[in-house]
């Protein structure tokens, strides 16, 4: 590893820590130099584009925020792009559940994410049956049914018909109880879900 001075595109210099070989170290350089922003010019350029688009403020650690904003801010004009070349028009009420999308993980996680696929993942979201419990336990609930579903849809595809019991479960305390009891367990979790689905 070594430091060098970097002259970004935007004028800014940064002390930058490079590793590898020499010559792959000097052309990140003159790549950095001739394509980017210092990360300063860089996060002003994604919170610009953000509040053109009026995207609300996203949470997260500093880094996170900032992948997450670019992340975002290419689906939006990816949107933007699909309307006017291809004449799709997203429902105002898709726009308005990413527009909600304020944590930065939800668009780490969906990085690289076609627009129909998070159009699928809206449904899904609009499809699932309401929890029974306590506020806390549904609010637990709620969101260890979002990483199950994320975790099973990368394991088993997102068609697997054992989302079902994801999906249409009413209990909050039986989803939490995936979580507990199948914890290292993914196989046998697979294998209630998939009984679950064929008793529905």
């Not at 590793?19 to 990140?28: A, F, H, L, Q, V």
């Not at 969906?110 to 049956?129: M, R, Y």
Request: proline content about 2%.
């Amino acid at each position: 590893m070594a430091q060098y001075d970097v002259t970004y595109a935007c004028g800014h210099v940064k002390t930058v820590d490079l590793y590898g070989k020499t010559s792959e170290r000097e052309r990140k350089i003159e790549w950095m130099e001739g394509n980017c922003l210092c990360p300063a010019c860089y996060k002003a350029e994604q919170q610009a584009k953000a509040k053109v688009l009026d995207l609300p403020a996203l949470t997260g650690t500093p880094k996170q925020v900032a992948w997450a904003e670019a992340l975002r801010n290419e689906v939006f004009e990816r949107l933007e792009f699909e309307k006017l070349a291809k004449g799709k028009n997203p429902t105002d009420e898709f726009l308005a559940w990413l527009k909600d999308q304020t944590e930065s993980r939800f668009w780490i996680d969906n990085k690289g994410g076609s627009i129909a696929l998070l159009e699928k993942k809206w449904k899904n979201k609009k499809e699932e049956t309401k929890l029974e419990g306590t506020p806390k336990q549904v609010a637990w609930a709620e969101k260890i049914r979002e990483e199950l579903t994320a975790v099973v849809e990368e394991n088993m595809g997102q068609e697997w018909f054992g989302l079902n019991a994801l999906d249409l479960e009413t209990s909050a305390a039986t989803i939490i109880s995936y979580h507990t009891d199948y914890r290292g367990r993914f196989d046998d979790l697979l294998k209630v879900l998939a009984e679950k689905a064929k008793e529905m």
